[in-house]
């Protein structure tokens, strides 16, 4: 191939990729910083977007304005204990419950123990997604439940899940793949 002519199509490429990054508004993720299987999570999406589009933003440290920011979120929501929200995200639901967040769409992972909990597998998913709706977001990430083993879940609508659902204790080798999918479900969702 002629040199001219591979210079050409090397700068179309990177042109379409630039024109590409830029068609897709910034993401916020919201995650927490010192929670280190979700934080593991968070950066294996930030790497499936590719640099420049996702900004990370400590969950512990979140503030009306930083949700106002972005029209796309992320939010990582583990369940604690018997299907509760952690405290940082706790806290935070009186100021979620008096925002607008109408033209936000927001998309939702979380960790839960399908065996250990089985009663209550990633609740904290479903309280933030059914949280975000009252105030106008729209979920976005919905996932299947098939491959799963669980007797109940606060996140389950039908046969799909209104996010990520992830278990580090018992398909920790799942983790990966299910990341990789939902972030190429996401990149068309959130477009």
């Known amino acids: 191939m002629p040199k001219k002519l591979k210079k050409q199509l090397l700068n179309c490429s990177n042109t379409n990729a630039l024109i590409k990054e830029q068609l897709m508004k910034k993401i916020g993720l919201f995650y927490s910083f010192n929670a280190h299987k979700t934080a593991q999570i968070a950066k294996k999406i930030i790497d499936n977007f590719g640099t420049g589009v996702i900004d990370e933003i400590n969950a512990i440290e979140i503030d009306e304005d930083k949700i106002k920011a972005y029209d796309n979120l992320i939010f990582s929501v583990p369940t604690w204990f018997d299907g509760e929200l952690p405290n940082y995200w706790d806290e935070f639901v009186p100021a979620l419950e008096d925002m607008d967040l109408k033209g936000k769409k927001i998309a939702i992972y979380g960790a839960g123990d399908q065996i250990g909990y089985p009663e209550n597998f990633i609740d904290a998913v479903g309280i933030m997604a059914e949280i975000l709706e009252k105030q106008g977001a729209t979920i976005v990430g919905f996932t299947p439940t098939k ?20 278990d580090f204790e018992n398909q920790a ?12 479900q996401l990149k068309k969702e959130f477009s």
Do not use: D, H, P, T
Not at 154 to 165: D, E, N, P, S, W
């Open 147 to 166: 491959g799963y083993s669980f007797e109940n879940s606060k996140a389950q609508r039908g046969k799909q899940f209104c996010g990520l659902a992830l």
């Open 173 to 184: 080798k799942m983790n990966k793949e299910r990341v990789e999918i939902w972030c190429e």
